[in-house]
């Protein structure tokens, strides 16, 4: 393959969004997941209005952390050794592979994100405030987490534990973009500037961004 | 042999030389005005906390070295040290909630520092389950290096994330909740004294950890290079009794 | 529970837990060497 970086990665995203759309997993198994998880905890915690709409908000961004990931672990656990062999003997750069599937599984965690959000919406009466804000800060978290999830899936890479291996590997990792998240909703609503954690979010997309680039390589070939 | 068999065991000689040097400060320093005796706790969990992150740097460098170098040297560093690092990240957790149920009446008091520490817990966990995934040892460290690189360079962020958090939910007339600075010169250096003897045991148990994994991957590497029958070797063609 | 008493339980955790770590990585090396004493 002689096209470019981002040709390669763009390919690589045209591929992902193929394969979902042929199998629906994020359609019809990682969003109903998500939604039925909403769902669930008033069934635990109670009914009360006042108490939803207090915990609405972090409901939302821990169902968004805890199964959100999952976006990319069906992507990783997707590509068979042979394929990434396959990808290898083609020449494309793993690096461009790893920000192809971390664009596509962004573009999904959207989704997740909306869908979701709606769900949780209507669920726990959550109020929609500083909508500019709030779609910033849904995007550096879809970024960040299917950062986090893509270069996890592949360090662990096709094991047999990987389901389950993935989510309990990111979950400590994505503290800063759950409180990021949170804290900025937090701040919205209270009028606070919420500069500073969105800028420790973007922190956390680089740092995952290089590193993943970085090791790309030195990944594929063990 | 003798000689040798005295020498290796110097580590559990240092680990209980400096342990019993430590135990007779933290109980021979005054009791403090305001916790009372409760604070020959922090005498052992200061010091464990300290370790818990010593060794989580430790891990960060063995994973570095590798990348940089692939000595699978480094990688059992790396791997030493995680697994002491999750004991004595466990342990300073176990200790700061014996400390917090006395001193403020609950098991947990969600401040920066513990949460902190039991999110670390996490990752390093999260890194011996990867290590168990995998036994090809050049794969396996690998692995764990790119994510013992991961994991060290989110810390500081997560680190403020949690630190910012608590400031903002924290009512600023509550008292730290580590307490008061220790300020009498005895109890300074017993707490002194507790992280150095905490710093021994970490390096005895890492002389010793490590010389475990080289000792199990000699093993594996003697296994494998035993000449045994191939299993296919006990099976016979079956005999379909058809006349040839 | 006394003052005294939480020292007593914190010490015997640090102290009880260290040496069951401490132990199970002797334990080890020794078994470690004697299956490769075997083998050799």
Redesign the interface.
């Known amino acids: 393959m002689t096209t470019g970086f981002w040709h390669q990665a763009a390919a690589v995203v045209h591929r992902d969004l193929l394969r979902e759309r042929r199998r629906g997993d994020v359609l019809w198994i990682t969003i109903p997941f998500g939604a039925i998880a909403l769902l669930l905890v008033p069934l635990a915690v109670g009914t009360d209005a006042i108490l939803l709409r207090q915990i609405g908000p972090g409901m939302y961004w821990v169902i968004v952390m805890l199964f959100g990931v999952l976006v990319s672990v069906g992507k990783a656990s997707n590509e068979t050794l042979p394929q990434q062999d396959a990808s290898a003997l083609l020449g494309l750069d793993p690096a461009s592979g790893f920000v192809g599937r971390a664009t596509s599984a962004t573009l999904l965690l959207l989704i997740f994100e909306m869908v979701v959000g709606v769900v949780a919406v209507g669920l726990y009466d959550i109020s929609i405030i500083g909508i500019p804000w709030l779609i910033v800060t849904l995007i550096i978290v879809a970024i960040g987490l299917a950062l986090l999830g893509t ?2 899936g592949s ?3 096709s ?3 990987g389901t389950a ?1 993935v989510p ?2 990111v ?3 994505s ?2 973009l759950l ?2 998240a949170t ?1 900025s909703y937090e701040g919205l609503r209270l009028g606070h500037s919420i500069l ?2 969105v800028l ?1 979010m973007v ?2 997309v680089l ?2 961004a290089i ?1 993943g680039v970085l ?1 790309a390589r ?2 594929q070939e ?1 | 042999m003798q000689a040798q068999t005295r020498n290796r065991q110097w580590p559990w000689v240092a680990i209980v030389l400096s342990l019993a040097v430590a135990f007779t400060l933290s109980m021979v320093s005054p009791a403090d005005s305001v916790q009372g005796d409760l604070v020959r706790i922090m005498y052992v969990h200061v010091p464990a906390a300290w370790l818990a992150y010593l060794a989580f740097f430790v891990t960060f460098v063995g994973s570095v070295g590798y990348l940089i170098t692939k000595d699978l040297r480094w990688d059992r560093i790396a791997a030493a040290s995680a697994e002491i690092g999750v004991y004595f990240t466990g342990l300073a957790i176990a200790l700061g909630m014996i400390w917090a149920k006395p001193t403020w009446g609950v098991w947990w008091t969600w401040d920066a520092r513990l949460t902190l520490t039991a999110i670390m817990f996490f990752v390093y966990l999260g890194y011996l389950a990867l290590r168990r995934t995998t036994d090809d040892p050049v794969v396996r460290a690998g692995r764990s290096s790119v994510l013992g690189v991961l994991g060290a360079l989110q810390i500081p962020l997560v680190h403020f994330s949690v630190v910012w958090w608590r400031t903002l939910h924290q009512p600023p007339s509550l008292v730290r909740p580590d307490g008061p600075a220790i300020q009498d010169p005895l109890m300074l250096t017993a707490l002194i004294v507790g992280v150095l003897a905490f710093t021994v045991v970490y390096g005895s148990l890492m002389v010793k950890r490590i010389e475990l994994i080289k000792l199990d991957d000699r093993k594996v590497a003697i296994e494998q290079s035993i000449e045994r029958p191939v299993a296919g070797e006990a099976v016979t063609v079956p005999d379909l009794g058809a006349s040839s | 529970m006394s003052d005294w008493g939480w020292v007593a339980f914190a010490y015997t955790v640090t102290y009880g837990s260290l040496g069951v770590f401490a132990g199970s990585i002797a334990v080890r090396i020794r078994n470690t060497r004697r299956s490769i004493g075997e083998t050799e």
């Open positions: 270069l996890t360090i662990v890479n094991t047999s534990a291996l309990l590997l979950a400590p990792l503290v800063p409180l990021g804290q500073s954690w420790l922190a956390v740092i995952v590193i090791t030195p990944l063990m």
